[in-house]
């Protein structure tokens, strides 16, 4: 078939699934939510800072012993840190500055980075020097952007500049399955907690985020209705759908049963970019970390801003709730984290 | 020349699958789906720590009377 043909089958296609995505629309998450109470009073505040990154902090990752953290660097470094106590664990210096991506394993014994190397790494945490037991898990033809174990210490899922997320094994280092499908860097990453194993989401510079079958290696279901780079990406916790932070300076809430948008939050006020996304334990609290530095926590069920909370002096640009969901943790350009709780 | 021409229509192909199995997904009614998410977080917002503090957060600042 000819380019043309093609490129016209593909306009058709995409009308009809438009029209297929609208049937069955029969009501609006902000109406149906009315009648809720709404958020009278959110009391978070920083409750740690840690210091210790030479350059812009640019990932972190929690273990899920709710205790310790992974972050990354603009600097080359990887810190490990005790969260309780703000003590770093482990320093461990890379071979690359913009050390994107990183990962705390399941288990908590290894922790999986990279970034302009296009390599992801994963160090063992026991080891006495953890530099020195470096293994090499994949290559990618551009920077890595995202890393996450996919549900045990054995496989990492990536997603990286070259448009593409690739599962390996870890042991091999085999590509198990890549996924193509985006038409621009990828940029964030999350596998569903409900169909773990077998789900996962990719966001990126293409402005969608594509939901994936891990084991055919399929985009299942496609969502491009932000108007600029999606920067992050996180599933609500039913796994029933995931929200996305953009360049566009809004959130976006999207079902995967309905195949729809059904929340936006933003706001005219709100003029900078979304870099990193993530809801409270219940899934009613969303924490968005923007460019203008401030991290916007949203109700997710009235589509509205409940607290902007104030401390970093330069853009947010990671973030994530403990797994337990007693706090969150921000990164920023000015190379500190904090804890707010 | 060709062979860039080649992995156009290659990509095209693929996008044109994609989108062909897309249409066929099976879908619910928001209705059902949206109140299942209200009901989610119904069922989970009385043990929401960023909503409802719990006295010993492990990140909150130990009470000075615990220091003594």
New interface residues.
Partial sequence: MEEQDLTGEIETLKKKLAEEQGKLSDADLILSCQKIEPITQVNIKVRKVLKGHQGKVLCMSWSQDKRHLVSTSHDGKLLVWDAFTTNKEHAISMATTWVMACAYSPSGQFVACGGLDNKCSIYPLLEEEPVTKKRLVGTHTSYLACCQFNTSDHQVLTGSGDSTCVLWDVESGQMIQSFHGHAGDVQALDLSPSESGRVFVSAGCDRAANVWDMRSGQCVQLFDSHESDVNSVRFYPSGDAFVTGSDDASCRLFDLRTDREVAVYKKESVLFGCNAVDFSLSGRLLFAGYSDYVLNVWDVLKAKRVAMLYGHENRVSCLRVVPDGTAVCTGSWDTTLRIWA | MSSH?EE??AR?????E??????Y?Q????????????Q??NS??Q?????N??KD?????KKSCELL
């Fill in positions: 021409r156009q229509v095209l192909k693929h996008e044109l994609d989108l062909s199995r897309q249409c997904f879908r619910l009614k928001t209705s059902t789906t949206i109140s299942e998410i209200i989610y977080i989970h917002v043990e929401d720590p960023l909503l503090p719990v957060n492990p990140f909150n600042p």
